[in-house]
């Protein structure tokens, strides 16, 4: 570990940043295991493949957040929960009221979607869910990476990397990449959690352990086990029937990472990781007797007084890494295979087909259906295999890293049908009621898929420090898809060490991100009623006979460039600075469009007629959008009485603007329904447009006090009925929010942390239900929407 403390204590920006309250230590290194005078091992940094890096000058912006504090003392008791309040450029959101979304937390960086951030595990690529984030959901038509799969105990640091990493890393690093650095130490350690909102719902409960064992000769296998219960909360009002806030979800995870020495240069390295996790959401609330639900979505029979269908997902996610680095003459050399699938199956429940119940009553049943129903669902699985080399050559100026390499991935992404009663129409002329499960109709015979690709890819990244205070990094990567062809793109970075205390960066790259298999094959259809007409509603896959009837073209990738310049500064040893400015062109980006039928699109509606369809959407490459922003981050340690006071301000400015829609040559002049206003808002602005963090943390003997304020700026969200008809926007003021929490250290091996979260008890602004995505007074948003909450930890280490 030499090579890395010593990297960790000058810091990136200096001792300050490290020592700092700031959980985002900017000192930026990453150990693959225990550095030996062999040079079995070596330190690198997430953007550069050069061996045993030095962390003071790297030329793009590297965020080094340490977990060991969060997972021993912090409130939220979630991965991305943590990060939400420690990173000022990333952002997710726990939404209720939008169907599968709801189960699984959407995440992102710098405002862009959540599927243009790339995620790694030991430097490794790590699986999308299954799941394409649809209705009501942000980041709509968006896939993502369940980063909640991960136990935070088994996390020994997050790199994130805010800059286009595409040449190096590949598709999806358009807004950065994430770096997940698990724990393998020795030693064993445990957590007890608890947490509630100031109401009294949304319990949670954490069981979590950790241990680290030696195994076979200098090797290490640690092994995480974890167990959490967070309990459904409420904030409807009284007299609503509706049940607004966080899903109820039951995890149980394992995870495994070691490594294993094969000789005096070869190293065998592993990891396995496992959750299943039962997760139930509520869904719009149906009425009862004298509402308009009864009969076309109830059955006095069955709910005379309403009810409410629970959305219930079984989601299982699993991940796994093998591979060896060895020295091949003066070369590294890294082959690795990695396998990630995560699979969601849905089970509504508390639910009618109202069609069966009504259709029974009319024949003298008693005018029942099933309550629940099986109703289908996704797995989407990847299996990538590296081959890595790198040599550092002292020779060409003042040396220069060498590395290039491959990868090969393949891909499968499958629909499964529910039961029948989950989707059917039971009289086929919509005169018992709507088809399917309310809440959640089930997936169809016809939206069923098994669908593979394959990628391969090769790259060169060469590193050279031109002077000693002048460093250049250059790298190219090209791509070959089996289902849209090849790509290549490009980086060029450079830093500038103007003194001890001042360096300059600045990169520029060019980038993409392949259209995900969940894009182009998922297929979901329902009927509605449409001029008294039951009609199938379908989002059409790419290729199929509805999207090419509409002229939709073959999804391809989008485009991006990536600019960056920025400076850090060291003022003194207790102080540093770091400030970068950024622009993110993305063209073609694929988007989700609106319903196209008869009455918007007339030349369209008489195909979809013939075929059966009342109404159809689509994935297309229909929006240029441009993105520019700030990261600033100033970080201070000094001494206060008899306490040490560590100080830290982070503040990320972003703003994202759709600037073109170029709707393919069929939809000519129906732009307005490809991108509706309101849908262009949820690009623009599905996150904060600002967000900052001031932390405070005080030590003074075995006491310790920790008081976060977290602002988060103004977000304007479109309604249903939209500007055109006289409604506006919602405009969400800003809001600032503050944590506090009290720590006591009853030995180094022993602490307990009481504290709350959102201590203020501030809300989202209030808006028109009826406007709304979750149909409450107001959605999720900022920080969420279910107000203060208290927490209690208790950390043993043995």
Same mark, same amino acid.
């Given at each position: 570990?030499?090579?890395? =403390?010593?990297?960790?204590?000058?810091?990136?920006?200096?001792?300050?940043?490290?020592?700092?309250?700031?959980?985002?230590?900017?000192?930026?290194?990453?150990?693959?295991?225990?550095?030996?005078?062999?040079?079995?091992?070596?330190?690198?940094?997430?953007?550069?493949?050069?061996?045993?890096?030095?962390?003071?000058?790297?030329?793009? &912006?590297?965020?080094?957040?340490?977990?060991?504090?969060?997972?021993?003392?912090?409130?939220?008791?979630?991965?991305?929960?943590?990060?939400?309040?420690?990173?000022?450029?990333?952002?997710?959101? =726990?939404?209720?009221?939008?169907?599968?979304?709801?189960?699984?937390?959407?995440?992102?960086?710098?405002?862009?979607?959540?599927?243009?951030?790339?995620?790694?595990?030991?430097?490794?690529?790590?699986?999308?869910?299954?799941?394409?984030?649809?209705?009501?959901?942000?980041?709509?038509?968006?896939?993502?990476?369940?980063?909640?799969?991960?136990?935070?105990?088994?996390?020994?640091?997050?790199?994130?990397?805010?800059?286009?990493?595409?040449?190096?890393?590949?598709?999806?690093?358009?807004?950065?990449?994430?770096?997940?650095?698990?724990?393998?130490?020795?030693?064993?350690?445990?957590?007890?959690?608890?947490?509630?909102?100031?109401?009294?719902? %949304?319990?949670? /409960?954490?069981?979590? *352990?950790?241990?680290?064992?030696?195994?076979?000769?200098?090797?290490?296998?640690?092994?995480?086990?974890?167990?959490?219960?967070?309990?459904?909360?409420?904030?409807?009002? *009284?007299?609503?029937?509706?049940?607004?806030?966080?899903?109820?979800?039951?995890?149980?995870?394992?995870?495994?990472?070691?490594?294993?020495?094969?000789?005096?240069?070869?190293?065998?390295?592993?990891?396995?990781? *496992?959750?299943?996790?039962?997760?139930?959401?509520?869904?719009?609330? =149906?009425?009862?007797?004298?509402?308009?639900?009864?009969?076309?979505?109830?059955?006095?029979?069955?709910?005379?007084?309403?009810?409410?269908?629970?959305?219930?997902?079984?989601?299982?996610?699993?991940?796994?890494?093998?591979?060896?680095?060895?020295?091949?003459?003066?070369?590294?050399?890294?082959?690795?295979?990695? +396998?990630?699938?995560? @699979?969601?199956?849905?089970?509504?429940?508390? #639910?009618?087909?109202?069609?069966?119940?009504?259709?029974?009553?009319?024949?003298?049943?008693?005018?029942?259906?099933?309550?629940?129903?099986?109703?289908?669902?996704?797995?989407?699985?990847?299996?990538?295999?590296?081959?890595?080399?790198?040599?550092?050559?002292?020779?060409?100026?003042?040396?220069?890293?060498?590395?290039?390499?491959?990868?090969?991935?393949?891909?499968? /992404?499958?629909?499964?049908?529910? @039961?029948?009663?989950?989707?059917?129409?039971?009289?086929?002329?919509?005169? %018992?009621?709507?088809?399917?499960?309310?809440?959640?109709?089930?997936?169809?015979?016809?939206?069923?898929?098994?669908?593979?690709?394959?990628?391969?890819?090769?790259?060169?990244?060469?590193?050279?420090?031109?002077?000693?205070?002048?460093?250049?990094?250059?790298?190219?990567?090209?791509?070959? +898809?089996?289902?849209?062809?090849?790509?290549?793109?490009?980086?060029?970075?450079?830093?500038?060490?103007?003194?001890?205390?001042?360096?300059?960066?600045?990169?520029?790259?060019? %980038?993409?991100?392949?259209?995900?298999?969940?894009?182009?094959?998922?297929?979901? #259809?329902?009927?509605?009623?449409?001029?008294?007409?039951?009609?199938?509603?379908?989002?059409?896959?790419?290729?199929?006979?509805?999207?090419?009837?509409?002229?939709?073209?073959?999804?391809?990738?989008?485009?991006?460039?990536?600019?960056?310049?920025?400076?850090?500064?060291?003022?003194?040893?207790?102080?540093?600075?770091?400030?970068?400015?950024?622009?993110?062109?993305?063209?073609?980006?694929?988007?989700?469009?609106?319903?196209?039928?008869?009455?918007?699109?007339?030349?369209?509606?008489?195909?979809?007629?013939?075929?059966?369809?009342?109404?159809?959407?689509?994935?297309?490459?229909?929006?240029?959008?441009?993105?520019?922003?700030?990261?600033?981050?100033?970080?201070?340690?000094?001494?206060?009485?008899?306490?040490?006071?560590?100080?830290?301000?982070?503040?990320?400015?972003?703003?994202?603007?759709?600037?073109?829609?170029?709707? &393919?040559?069929?939809?000519?002049?129906?732009?307005?329904?490809?991108?509706?206003?309101?849908?262009?808002?949820?690009?623009?602005?599905?996150?904060?447009?600002?967000?900052?963090?001031?932390?405070?943390?005080?030590?003074?003997?075995?006491?310790?006090?920790?008081?976060?304020?977290?602002?988060?700026?103004?977000?304007?969200?479109?309604?249903?009925?939209?500007?055109?008809?006289?409604?506006?926007?919602?405009?969400?003021?800003?809001?600032?929010?503050?944590?506090?929490?009290?720590?006591?250290?009853?030995?180094?091996?022993?602490?307990?942390?009481?504290?709350?979260?959102?201590?203020?008890?501030?809300?989202?602004?209030?808006?028109?239900?009826? @406007?709304?995505?979750?149909?409450?007074? /107001?959605?999720?948003?900022?920080?969420?929407?279910?107000? !203060?909450?208290?927490? !209690?930890?208790?950390?043993?280490?043995?």
């Amino acid at each position: 570990m030499t090579v890395l =403390r010593k990297a960790l204590s000058i810091g990136l920006y200096g001792a300050a940043a490290v020592a700092a309250l700031t959980p985002v230590s900017f000192a930026v290194a990453q150990t693959t295991g225990a550095a030996t005078a062999s040079g079995l091992d070596s330190v690198t940094i997430i953007g550069s493949r050069r061996a045993n890096a030095s962390a003071t000058d790297t030329p793009v &912006p590297i965020d080094f957040i340490p977990m060991t504090k969060t997972s021993e003392q912090g409130g939220q008791f979630d991965l991305s929960q943590s990060l939400q309040y420690l990173s000022p450029s990333f952002n997710s959101t =726990r939404q209720t009221g939008a169907d599968g979304a709801d189960l699984i937390d959407s995440a992102s960086l710098r405002g862009l979607g959540s599927d243009q951030t790339l995620v790694l595990v030991n430097g490794k690529r790590r699986h999308t869910t299954a799941l394409v984030n649809l209705f009501g959901a942000r980041n709509r038509g968006n896939t993502g990476t369940d980063l909640n799969a991960i136990p935070v105990l088994a996390i020994d640091n997050v790199q994130i990397l805010r800059d286009g990493a595409a040449a190096q890393y590949g598709s999806d690093a358009i807004a950065g990449v994430m770096n997940i650095t698990l724990k393998k130490s020795k030693g064993c350690e445990a957590v007890l959690g608890y947490s509630q909102y100031s109401v009294g719902d %949304g319990k949670n /409960y954490l069981p979590s *352990a950790y241990c680290g064992f030696g195994i076979g000769e200098n090797g290490v296998l640690g092994i995480t086990a974890e167990y959490s219960d967070r309990g459904r909360s409420n904030r409807a009002e *009284a007299d609503n029937p509706r049940i607004i806030g966080d899903t109820q979800s039951k995890n149980s995870t394992i995870y495994l990472n070691g490594e294993l020495p094969t000789s005096s240069t070869g190293k065998l390295y592993f990891t396995l990781g *496992a959750q299943n996790r039962d997760a139930s959401s509520a869904a719009f609330a =149906r009425g009862g007797v004298g509402s308009d639900d009864i009969p076309s979505r109830n059955s006095e029979a069955m709910y005379p007084n309403g009810f409410v269908p629970f959305i219930n997902g079984d989601i299982n996610d699993r991940y796994a890494i093998i591979g060896h680095r060895w020295q091949v003459g003066d070369w590294t050399a890294d082959l690795s295979q990695t +396998y990630g699938s995560n @699979e969601m199956r849905y089970r509504i429940a508390n #639910t009618i087909n109202a069609s069966i119940a009504n259709l029974d009553l009319m024949n003298g049943g008693a005018g029942r259906s099933a309550s629940a129903f099986q109703a289908g669902g996704f797995l989407f699985s990847q299996a990538t295999t590296n081959i890595d080399f790198s040599k550092f050559f002292d020779g060409f100026l003042m040396g220069s890293n060498v590395a290039f390499g491959a990868e090969y991935r393949r891909e499968n /992404y499958q629909i499964s049908a529910g @039961e029948p009663g989950s989707y059917i129409d039971a009289d086929g002329v919509g005169v %018992g009621g709507n088809a399917g499960s309310q809440g959640f109709p089930g997936f169809q015979p016809a939206d069923v898929t098994n669908r593979n690709r394959d990628s391969t890819a090769l790259y060169v990244d060469i590193e050279t420090d031109v002077t000693q205070k002048f460093k250049v990094q250059t790298a190219v990567r090209t791509e070959q +898809y089996s289902d849209f062809g090849n790509t290549t793109t490009g980086k060029l970075a450079a830093s500038f060490k103007a003194s001890d205390q001042l360096l300059f960066r600045s990169s520029v790259s060019s %980038g993409f991100r392949a259209p995900s298999l969940q894009q182009v094959y998922f297929s979901s #259809t329902f009927t509605d009623f449409i001029s008294g007409q039951p009609q199938d509603v379908v989002l059409a896959p790419n290729g199929g006979t509805i999207a090419n009837a509409a002229g939709i073209p073959k999804l391809k990738e989008e485009n991006s460039r990536n600019f960056t310049l920025g400076f850090t500064l060291t003022p003194s040893k207790t102080t540093s600075i770091t400030a970068d400015l950024y622009q993110i062109n993305i063209d073609d980006r694929i988007g989700l469009s609106g319903r196209f039928d008869a009455d918007n699109f007339p030349a369209l509606g008489a195909t979809l007629a013939a075929l059966g369809v009342g109404q159809a959407q689509f994935f297309v490459n229909s929006i240029d959008t441009k993105t520019k922003g700030l990261d600033l981050t100033v970080s201070n340690k000094s001494e206060l009485g008899s306490g040490k006071l560590s100080t830290f301000l982070a503040l990320n400015l972003s703003q994202t603007d759709v600037v073109n829609v170029h709707a &393919p040559a069929s939809l000519k002049g129906y732009e307005s329904v490809l991108l509706s206003e309101r849908e262009r808002l949820f690009i623009e602005q599905g996150g904060p447009r600002t967000k900052a963090t001031l932390g405070f943390d005080y030590t003074q003997g075995a006491w310790e006090t920790n008081f976060k304020i977290i602002h988060f700026g103004s977000q304007t969200l479109g309604t249903f009925s939209g500007t055109e008809n006289g409604v506006p926007n919602a405009f969400y003021e800003p809001k600032t929010s503050a944590d506090l929490a009290f720590t006591y250290s009853f030995d180094k091996n022993t602490k307990l942390t009481v504290g709350g979260n959102n201590i203020f008890n501030v809300k989202p602004t209030t808006q028109d239900a009826n @406007e709304t995505d979750n149909g409450f007074i /107001y959605d999720s948003v900022q920080f969420g929407l279910n107000g !203060a909450s208290y927490f !209690a930890k208790f950390w043993k280490r043995f």
